[in-house]
């Protein structure tokens, strides 16, 4: 397929047709008129040799080939976006710009917090919009990362993307304090004894990958999407829950819960900021790319951070 040969706004017109899933009002979303937008719509279904959109009764719906053109149609859009406000100078203390950031609820709460404060400060024309991280995230990478600025995320769950190290962080384990069952120290056996909180998602899957690996398979009572609930799900119960050691830190006395060491050499936690290489030379995201790794540094101290990844790699 030659990109020359095509309309580029078709792509516009397509995305408000499978969105809107009617001619007029995806018209009048991008601000075509009625008969304008029907054109639009022949010529797709021409160039697909599908309806794409199909009227079933009052109404019209996706056909197969819409379905599955409804979200690449959305990535394609926010990409050549996202391409186009792409900028050679960037002054952050007169710009107005909005990075969105995938986290987890541990990344705004370790990392997120500061890095907004030192925005606030240094950029105050910019905004920073954390949102949750699907859970398919291993599945889709690239068209994730195509639609927004960067992904807060640990070592081994992703690879193959440009990325900028932040901090170290280590696993500990949270018990309640009341917790007759477990002494100063946690073993094995309470580990395969006793029942876990854990979180949904696959931040963890490294450290949940070294302990199966001791053979224990946890026997899991409750689990949650947000790590910063783990340790009131923990409180004045049995429950053991694996956490980040910057964020056990953080909620210390908030929460009836003790911190133990794990009984094993845990394997540590490697944060970094990761993107689509689309965003390398922008200068918007060269400045986020270098104020995360500052804040980064700010917070956790150098000894946080690996000396021989400091620099951006792609």
């Known amino acids: 397929m030659n990109l020359a040969s095509l309309d580029l706004n078709l792509v516009v017109a397509l995305r408000a047709l499978l969105e809107e899933r009617n001619v007029t009002r995806a018209g009048r979303r991008i601000g075509l008129s009625q008969p304008a937008m029907s054109a639009a719509l022949a010529r797709l279904r021409r160039h697909f040799d599908d309806d794409l959109l199909s009227r079933v009764g009052g109404r019209y719906e996706l056909t197969a080939l819409g379905l599955?053109?409804?979200?690449?149609t959305a990535t394609a859009c926010d990409?050549?976006?996202?391409?186009?406000?792409?900028?050679?100078?960037?002054?952050?203390?007169?710009?107005?710009?909005?990075?969105?950031?995938?986290?987890s609820d541990y990344a705004v709460a370790v990392f997120g917090a500061e890095l907004a404060r030192v925005v606030h400060t240094e950029a105050p024309g910019i905004r920073l919009r954390?949102?949750?991280?699907?859970?398919d995230i291993t599945e889709n990478t690239g068209a994730l990362l195509s639609t927004a600025d960067g992904l807060l995320l640990p070592h081994g769950?992703?690879?193959?993307?440009?990325?900028?190290?932040?901090?170290?962080?280590?696993?500990?384990?949270?018990?309640?304090?009341?917790?007759?069952?477990?002494?100063?120290?946690l073993t094995l056996d309470d580990l395969a004894r006793l029942p876990w909180v854990t979180y949904q998602r696959t931040y963890d899957a490294p450290a949940a990958r070294q302990i199966a690996m001791l053979g224990i398979e946890p026997r899991v009572e409750v689990s949650v999407d947000s790590f910063q609930l783990m340790p009131l799900l923990v409180a004045g119960t049995r429950r053991v829950a694996l956490i980040q050691g910057h964020l056990a830190d953080r909620l210390d006395g908030l929460v009836p819960v003790r911190v133990v060491e794990p009984p094993y050499d845990a394997v540590p936690l490697r944060e970094a900021l990761w993107w689509h290489p689309v965003h390398t030379h922008d200068a918007a995201h060269i400045w986020l790319r270098e104020t995360a790794a500052r804040?980064?540094?700010?917070?956790?101290?150098?000894?946080?951070?690996?000396?021989?990844?400091?620099?951006d790699r792609g």
Do not use: C, M
């Open 295 to 311: 804040v980064a540094e700010s917070i956790h101290g150098k000894d946080d951070r690996d000396p021989g990844d400091r620099s």
């Open 79 to 103: 990409l050549l976006e996202r391409v186009f406000t792409s900028q050679a100078v960037f002054d952050p203390a007169h710009e107005e710009h909005e990075f969105t950031l995938l986290a």
């Open 130 to 135: 954390f949102k949750q991280p699907p859970t």
């Open 68 to 72: 599955a053109l409804l979200d690449r």
């Open 157 to 185: 769950i992703i690879g193959d993307f440009p990325a900028v190290e932040l901090y170290r962080d280590r696993w500990v384990y949270l018990v309640a304090d009341d917790n007759p069952e477990v002494g100063e120290q």
